[in-house]
């Protein structure tokens, strides 16, 4: 990960580089490989970046990165860069690093806003146009990438100062007060959210806001105006088809690969989460074909619970045997609570949901400590793969309107595979519930928690 923070103002007073460089230095923990700023001509716009190196490790790819009339500053990683590179080059295109950085304003010059749709990756970055003046904010699909920001305004619809940054401590170093929200505390306390699903911009502070993901601002800085868009929303009107095991599996082998062979170009040592189960230990096994390829063997990090009934180790250590990989565990106790519990708070910034963050935090420490910058884990498997209950009641809703004999046969393999302990009257209403009256209901459920 990087850091980046920003200062936008109409007024070049409240522009200047020892605003950012406050911002910036909240930042070191994100990117201890080498730190940047600028500012442009106009005193209009300031940016400050905070170097974590992954792709090109020369000074070449150092940020902000000036590229034709633009500068930009990222967070993320464009997985697909090389394949972008090569069509934007046969557009006359050249490139002066090896990083994927450097592509984004390229492909910006080229695709207009449409870039966004061609990028395979976890991104946030600020894009300043010389030639329009104007700055162009972008996060990825899902929000992996953090943009958080705040607008202060003189008069109505233009705005005094707009600063943003990848986490609020950079917010707070230039005075802000933390002012709590009081609907994202009662959210969080009765329904556990850490999101608000109505207002998606809303943090538990009132005066810093979230850039959704699938969202990009569009800022004109020598007037005050800020658009946000939405760039991006998973597609529904497909139709749900019910396909073969053989091709179910045919087609998600080589949607996994792609996506692991990707995510494995880097400079840098990689490694990978490995906790026993399903998700974690596939990655295992495609990381394993591509790196002991390049005669690499890929260190592994696993949290172990001795006495706990959920504890994954006999399944962790048996899939690293399989393929012969070092294996580096950690053992999270009371104690590591009670000597973490500050360090977690500063970074999380808002309330935690589980104790997982421990873990995490804890096996991200031990990677460091033995030298691997980039971990691949299975995090999100279960949210893609219908893990949880709660989605197998969706994809059967889904599947209702659209095939009953396909739903009633999907229906009974849940059954008997004990995966779907009821389908009522309730769930059946739920299928044919109009998306607005839906949003309705969930609105009044959350107000009157």
Known sequence: MCGIAGIISPYAPLVNLNDVQLMINTLQHRGPNGEGKWQNDDNTVAFAHRRLSIIDL???ASQPLHYLHYTIIFNGEIYNYIELKDELQKHGYTFSTSSDT?????AFNHWGKQCLNHFDGMFAFALYDNNTKEVFVARDRFGEKPLYYQATYQQRGKFERFVFASEMKALWALGLNKDLNGTMVLNYITLGYLQNPIKKTQTFYNNILSLPPGHYLSIQPQVGKVQMTRWYKPDNSEKLIVKSETETIEQFSELFATSVNRRLRSDVTVGTSLSGG????????????QLTTHNKQPETFSAVFPGFDKDESLYSKAVADKFNLHQNTITPTENDWIDNWKTLMYHQEEPLQSSSVLTQFMI????????????LDGQGADEILGGYKKYTHWFLQALLKQDFAAFKHEKQLLQQHHFLESWGLKNYAAAYLPEKAAKKLQQKAIHQQ
Not at 102 to 106: D, G, H, Q
Not at 364 to 375: D, S
Request: glycine letters at 4%; proline letters at 3%.
């Open 278 to 289: 399903l998700d974690s230990s596939s990655i295992v096994a495609q990381l394993y074909t």
């Open 364 to 375: 991200y420490k031990l990677a460091k400590e033995k030298g691997v910058i980039v971990l």
């Open 102 to 106: 450097e592509v984004i304003p390229a």
């Open 58 to 60: 020369s000074s070449n």
